[in-house]
């Protein structure tokens, strides 16, 4: 495929429980992000990968979430104990260059967490 | 102090004519790009335009241009011709020269709604 792939498109959590959102970027590309975005506001940034390194995390709300890309590709995404607050989307975006501010983000569909 | 602001929750246009969507930014870099992104009901962000900060003529894609006023910090989106399917939510980004790895901010967007 050509585009960032998401899966699931939908997850429907009972509060408590553990998720794993799964990134799949374009081919390629150095870095990806993970962005959450609540209902009617602009995305948040939530971590940075250069290639396998997670080189900013400032972003993850708590230590509940956790993020990572094992081998400079795929990367997952993981909620721990999950919170009716962290019902948002979910979205990866991958970029081909790191380093240069001309290099657009490449978002895929995202993933409707829904807490309940 | 914000980085970006988008002033206008929502517009309404009238199909075929024009329409111009505000941004200004704050940066201190003299290196930045700027983005625009759309995202339709169905969630996916799709990139629209960018302009870098030494670009002297306005970007432009399609029907799609960018009003970069640089010592106004302003970067507007102007959609010649609108069509329905133009109506969607509009996100303006910036991305800076320094430490350009996780510094891309978005606005809270403009929700434009196209009037047969």
């Known amino acids: 495929g050509a585009g960032v792939s998401q899966s699931p498109r939908y997850k429907v959590a009972k509060r408590g429980q553990d998720v794993a959102l799964r990134c799949d970027p374009i081919?390629?590309?150095?870095?990806l992000f993970w962005y959450q975005q609540a209902l009617g506001q602009g995305p948040e940034f939530l971590t940075y990968?250069?290639?396998?390194?997670?080189?900013?995390k400032s972003g993850l709300p708590s230590d509940r979430f956790f993020a990572e890309r094992p081998e400079g590709s795929v990367s997952t995404l993981k909620i721990q104990r999950t919170q009716k607050e962290d019902s948002a989307v979910y979205l990866c975006?991958?970029?081909?260059?790191?380093?240069?501010?001309?290099?657009?983000?490449?978002f895929g569909n995202g993933t409707r967490l829904t807490v309940t | 102090a914000q980085k970006i602001t988008q002033t206008q929750p929502g517009m309404f246009v009238q199909e075929k004519e024009a329409v111009t969507l505000d941004c200004t930014y704050d940066?201190?870099?003299?290196?930045?790009?700027l983005f625009w992104y759309k995202q339709p009901s169905s969630g996916e962000m799709i990139f629209l335009i960018y302009?870098?900060?030494?670009?002297?003529q306005n970007a432009t894609e399609g029907r799609y241009s960018l009003n970069f006023q640089k010592a106004r910090k302003s970067a507007n989106l102007v959609i010649s011709a609108s069509q329905l399917g133009d109506s969607a939510m509009y996100f303006c980004a910036m991305r800076e020269g320094r430490n350009t790895g996780n510094q891309f901010y978005f606005g809270t967007g403009t929700s434009l709604t196209v009037i047969p």
């Open positions: 940066t201190s870099d003299q290196s930045y790009g």
């Open positions: 302009q870098g900060s030494y670009d002297e």
């Open positions: 990968f250069q290639n396998e390194a997670q080189l900013d």
């Open positions: 975006a991958s970029s081909l260059r790191t380093g240069v501010y001309n290099s657009p983000l490449h």
């Open positions: 081919s390629g590309h150095v870095s």
